[in-house]
Each structure stands twice: as structure tokens, then as C-alpha cells.
């Protein structure tokens, strides 16, 4: 408290330092009172505060001071009462006569943003949303469906789609395939794998159960053409020839697409290849059943994700890598070695053209000068890279390498397979 002549009148403004209006909870009711005590200048001109303490005026009018504030409280209680009991938060309209409060009810105001807005979806039994390559029907759909029960699908009409929705928060996952056991690599999606940032998150393997569709009523010798995406034509060739059927065959995007295109245009000498689901979906007569020359026939879908996983020792896990050298594929026997000495077993190895140098020339003064082409080398092995093995094998394969990319650590799909039967 700062020194005061007896006979000084000053403005309690000047004494109390003015402070950003407190906020009080009431209870129940949750509303924000802000309370501004509106200062009578006249009263306050005759105020005075003695300096020396005792049981002088100070000390009275302190004691008034103090009575004020109780009065005040008491008033705020009062009315926090009376609007429970009215169960309305408009009627307070005033505290001590002045209509100054600020009365705004919690739940209008928006909520903020928690980290839980922000981080990555839940894993397996959440909602999620999953992005795939086709239509409703697809074969990805039905993927998607196998890694993410009860998971919201979200079809896209080019796999490149898929990636960007994942990578702009439209999806929390994509579901893509990467190879089948009769047609082989999907090599667009592992040329889309190095261009995008996306992990590698898990992986899953669906039997595909080929059936041959139609509008009702439609015979098989009706028919002058079937449509499919290119690799179910190539699986079920054999089968179309054995059922006699001297048919065109054409390629569209997927063989959901096939289905929609055949049951939305009326095409009556037309079948597509596609799902059972497909046929129910889109309203089609299935005229044979499990198409596909070989009951074996499996797709490999790997489940991609912004943000890796920690990979872990406790279950089988697989490590998905990419790699290059600038010297060519002198090395490649370098590299696996790496892992043969460590007893790590490899499970795919695939070759991609290096887009930004596919031919490299070399010189010889005896033979002249050559070309060879470059190549990125895909491999996946069975280990995590919580392994120390891996670790190890990694780092020798960096030693002999130009570029290493780590695509995913994740669960292997260890779930029971036998030939589907259809859905």
C-alpha cells in the first residue's frame, strides 16, 4: 500500500491496479459471468484511506469496502439460485443494479480442438475410413473389408487417387494389391510406392473367386463379348475357351467396373467377370461359377498408412525395402548376401526401370561403348526391424547401395487360406 497524506482524496482506480475481468463457474448451470463493478467517481472523491493504520477512517472505510464485496457475492449467489431454480440462465440480468454480465452458456461455444482431432485413426475395430481402387463390389472393396472390419470404404477411380486421399487426410488407410499368384506383380503400384511418402502397414492376402455375369435371361450363346480388368481375363482364358464360347474379349478398369457397365447400359450380349457380390449389387444372373483356371488363385493387398507402425518381435513381421546402385545390378549379389549370411529369408524381389536414368552408357576403348538399363530393386524379407539381424543387414546393404528406402515394417498375414468357394 502506497503512503497517504490524511487529507488526500484519491480515486480507488489509482490504488487498485485494474485487472482483465475475472471469470466465476456457477455450478450446474455452466455459464461464464464475467463481473464489472461499475466505480462511482463521486462516491470515491471522498474516500480517503489514513496511512498510519489504528482505528481510524481507514480502517472503516475499509471494513465499507468490505461489506460492498460481501454484498456483492452474496447477490451473485442469490441470483445463481434463482436461475436454478427457473431453470432459464436469461433471467440474471443484473448484479448490484448494473446489467453488466456477460452471460454466455458453455455448450454454444465451439469445442477446441483436442490432439485426438488430430492423430492418426485407431487401429483394427475402429471406423475407419479406407481407401481402394474400383467400384462397390470390387475385389480391394472386399480387401479393405478383410484388414479393417466394420471400416468405411471410400472407392477411387485410379490407384494414384487412393494414395492422394490417404496423403490429404480424405482417408485414414488405403488397401492396395501389389500381386497375384497367377498374373504376378502389380507394377503401377510400386512405381507409386517410391513417388509417395505412404508406409506400409500390414498386409492381406484374398482368394479371388472369378464368376461370369450377365443381365437375367441372358444365355451363354448369346453372348459376342466379355469384359473384365485385364489380369481376371488372363486368369479365367482357359475356362472361357472349355465353356465354348467364341467371345471378344476386352479390358476395362476393374471387374466391379465390368459388372456396373454391363447391368447401367442394358448389354445383353455382354458378361463381365467380377464378384458374387458384383451380381448382387448390380442386379446380374451369375452363368458360371469360379471361372478362374486355378482354385489358388490369391491377391496381395498391403495396407498403407500416413505415419509407420513400431515394429515389433512377438509375431512373424515382413520388411518391405527399395533400393538402387549406381554402378547397375553388379551389386545385387552383394545385397542379398547381406541377408542369406544373417538367415534372413527373402520373399519377393521385383525390378522396376530408374525412371529419372533408365539406360546407362559405359565406355570401353576395347569394345565400345555400351548401354545397360537401371533398375530399382523391390525386396521383401521375413523380419522386423526391431531384429537385430535386420539391422545389421540393412546396414551392410547401405554400404554397397546409392539409395535405401524402408517402405514398412509390418504383421505378416498369417490367417488360414483355402480356395475360396465363392461368397
Given at each position: 500500500m502506497q503512503s497517504l497524506s490524511p487529507s488526500s482524496s484519491i480515486n480507488l482506480k489509482s490504488v487498485i491496479r485494474t485487472s482483465p475481468s475475472p471469470t466465476y463457474r456457477l455450478g450446474p448451470?455452466?455459464?461464464?459471468?464475467?463481473?464489472?463493478?461499475?466505480?462511482?467517481?463521486?462516491?470515491?472523491?471522498?474516500?480517503?484511506?489514513?496511512?498510519?493504520?489504528?482505528?481510524?477512517?481507514?480502517?472503516?472505510n475499509r471494513a465499507d469496502w468490505q461489506s460492498t464485496c460481501a454484498i456483492l457475492a452474496s447477490k451473485v449467489v442469490s441470483q445463481q439460485q434463482d436461475t436454478e431454480k427457473s431453470g432459464n440462465a436469461d433471467n440474471i440480468t443484473a448484479v448490484n443494479g448494473h446489467k453488466t454480465l456477460d452471460l454466455v452458456p458453455i455448450e454454444n461455444l465451439p469445442k477446441p480442438l483436442t490432439i485426438t482431432d488430430l492423430s492418426p485413426a485407431p487401429?483394427?475395430?475402429?471406423?475407419?475410413?479406407?481407401?481402394?481402387?474400383?467400384?462397390?463390389?470390387?475385389?480391394?472393396?472386399?480387401?479393405?473389408?478383410?484388414?479393417?472390419?466394420?471400416?468405411?470404404?471410400?472407392?477411387?477411380d485410379q490407384f494414384e487417387v487412393a494414395f492422394q486421399a490417404v496423403e490429404l487426410w480424405i482417408a485414414d488407410r488405403a488397401v492396395l494389391p501389389v500381386e497375384n499368384s497367377l498374373g504376378g506383380s502389380i507394377h503401377r503400384n510400386y512405381d507409386l510406392l517410391l513417388r509417395h511418402r505412404l508406409h506400409i502397414v500390414g498386409e492381406v492376402?484374398?482368394?479371388?473367386?472369378?464368376?461370369?455375369?450377365?443381365?437375367?435371361?441372358?444365355?451363354?450363346?448369346?453372348?459376342?463379348?466379355?469384359?473384365?480388368?485385364?489380369?481376371?481375363?488372363?486368369?479365367?482364358?482357359?475356362?472361357?475357351?472349355?465353356?465354348?464360347?467364341?467371345?471378344?474379349?476386352?479390358?476395362?478398369?476393374?471387374?466391379?467396373?465390368?459388372?456396373?457397365f454391363v447391368a447401367a447400359n442394358n448389354l445383353r450380349d455382354t458378361a463381365a467377370i467380377a464378384s458374387a457380390r458384383a451380381a448382387n449389387l448390380y442386379g446380374l444372373q451369375i452363368l458360371a461359377d469360379g471361372i478362374q483356371d486355378d482354385s489358388s488363385n490369391v491377391t496381395r493387398f498391403v495396407m498403407l498408412a500416413r505415419e509407420p507402425i513400431i515394429p515389433r518381435t512377438d509375431r512373424p513381421f515382413k520388411t518391405s525395402i527399395v533400393f538402387a546402385h549406381d554402378k547397375g545390378t553388379s551389386v545385387l549379389f552383394k545385397v542379398l548376401s547381406a541377408f542369406a549370411f544373417r538367415n534372413i529369408s527373402l520373399t519377393k524381389i521385383e525390378s522396376r526401370p530408374h525412371r529419372n536414368r533408365p539406360i546407362r552408357l559405359v565406355d570401353d576403348a576395347n569394345v565400345g561403348t555400351a548401354k545397360h538399363f537401371e533398375y530399382m530393386f523391390y525386396v521383401d524379407f521375413e523380419a522386423s526391424m526391431a531384429d537385430v539381424r535386420a539391422q545389421n543387414a540393412l546396414a551392410e546393404v547401405q554400404e554397397f547401395t546409392s539409395f535405401l528406402r524402408v517402405l514398412g515394417s509390418y504383421p505378416m498375414d498369417m490367417t488360414p487360406w483355402c480356395p475360396s468357394r465363392g461368397d
Open positions: 448451470s455452466r455459464l461464464d459471468i464475467q463481473c464489472v463493478y461499475r466505480f462511482d467517481s463521486a462516491n470515491a472523491a471522498s474516500t480517503n484511506f489514513n496511512s498510519s493504520g489504528g482505528g481510524g477512517g481507514g480502517g472503516s487401429m483394427h475395430g475402429s471406423t475407419l475410413r479406407v481407401a481402394y481402387q474400383g467400384v462397390p463390389g470390387a475385389y480391394s472393396e472386399a480387401a479393405a473389408g478383410k484388414a479393417y472390419p466394420n471400416c468405411e470404404a471410400i472407392p477411387c492376402q484374398l482368394p479371388v473367386h472369378h464368376c461370369l455375369l450377365a443381365l437375367p435371361g441372358v444365355r451363354k450363346e448369346y453372348l459376342t463379348r466379355v469384359i473384365s480388368h485385364p489380369q481376371a481375363l488372363a486368369q479365367c482364358e482357359l475356362t472361357l475357351t472349355k465353356l465354348g464360347l467364341k467371345v471378344a474379349r476386352e479390358a476395362v478398369d476393374d471387374t466391379a467396373g465390368a459388372a456396373e
